[in-house]
């Protein structure tokens, strides 16, 4: 008899499948052997076929014609939510999209299960959006949906850091007051919890959970940011018109730079501004480069690009984004001190959310006793230092990076239809 019921962590970036087996959390294979699936949806128009994952985005940078989506999650809650995308000759809802990726990591829990499954528990993030109550709600009640269409039908939430606190409680031998970061593509989560081998069994955990909070800033921004200040230059960004008077308009850049907006300079309309764009700029050589990236379809490659060196930046201490289209080469040297002085603000705001947390619990940061670390952007050696630091005397628990959330959301699965 197989439990029918599982946790899913759809994420900014990747998105994992957590079950019960054997009495232990584990998670599902979701592409070949691997347990994650980055959450990407690539729609072929040469074939037809809707794929996902790391398959999704092989297909885009190889070439084939279609549309690639990204960072869909960042959708939920915003204006985008609403708004339909053209897919060569479909209209089709980002939600629906949304949908599309949720029945596909449905189908891979339901062969893992051997059977229906129609019970889940969504991981979301303390605050979808930023301090406005009902946006967050509407958030999630559109991932609600979106999960009903695709024929989950008990549908629990929690939030991302509890369920990593779930987790990272498997492996504690005594009692800890655990401050839990999870830092992922989209939004950076805390919580503070007390975990113990006892407390594991307790069903209601409600006393145990001290204070959850969250910000809408993560990995994603940082490539943004990464891309804004070191390669959109490049392009034509921040130049001026020939006659002096003003910058070239940001908005196209700062949609090539977001990964969930690059779509948005596809379309005939965008194409002939950025035409008129270049007839005023003083240098039309850097606007002929953006104009050559949008021709060859190359935004989320580049963003890729993007991404790729600050994830090189978290190990070395300089690095390039080198563009090889033939009518647009060139590189944009990026070094660790760069990316730090492009991401100091947000890291900031993020630590000064760790505080608030830690406020928030009415305990003492000395109180606390073990920061557990989850999720990509915890990785980065400045955002690790900053939070670090204000728990000084606390002993650091490195947690599985990208697996976390997801086990932890198949024990509270457990816990809610075992
Ligand atoms: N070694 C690394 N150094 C810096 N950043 C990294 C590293 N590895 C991964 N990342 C970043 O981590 C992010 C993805 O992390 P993760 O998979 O935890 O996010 P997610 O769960 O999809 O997002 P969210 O939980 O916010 O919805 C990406 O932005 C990625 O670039
Ligand atoms: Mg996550």
Redesign the pocket.
Known sequence: MHQAFGGI???????TVGVIRNGKARLVALEGEQP?LP?AVFFNFEDGYTYFGRRAIGDYTDSIEGRLMRSL?SVLGSSLAHEKTRIKARQIGFIDIIGLFIGHLRTRLEEDAGGPVENVVL?R?VQFVDDDEAADAQAQSELEKAARAQGFKHIAFQF?PIAAALDYEQKVTREELALII????????FSIVRVSPERARAGDRKEDILASRGIHI???D??RLLSIAHVMPELGYLSPTKDGKRNLPASYFIDLATWQRINLVYTARAMTHLRQIRYEAARADLVDRFIHVVEHRYGHALAALV?KA??E???RSSTEVAVKLPDAAFAAAITRDGLETTIARDIGRVAETVKQTIRDAQVKPSDITAVFL????T??PLAKREILSLVPQASVIEGD??GS?GLGLALDAQRKFG
């Open positions: 962590d759809f994420g900014t970036s990747n998105s994650t959450s999650k991981g993030p991302e999870d830092m992922g593509g989209g939004t950076s989560d993560g990995g994603t940082f490539d991404e600050k994830i930046l978290t190990d989850t999720g990509g952007s990785a980065i990076m990208f959330v």
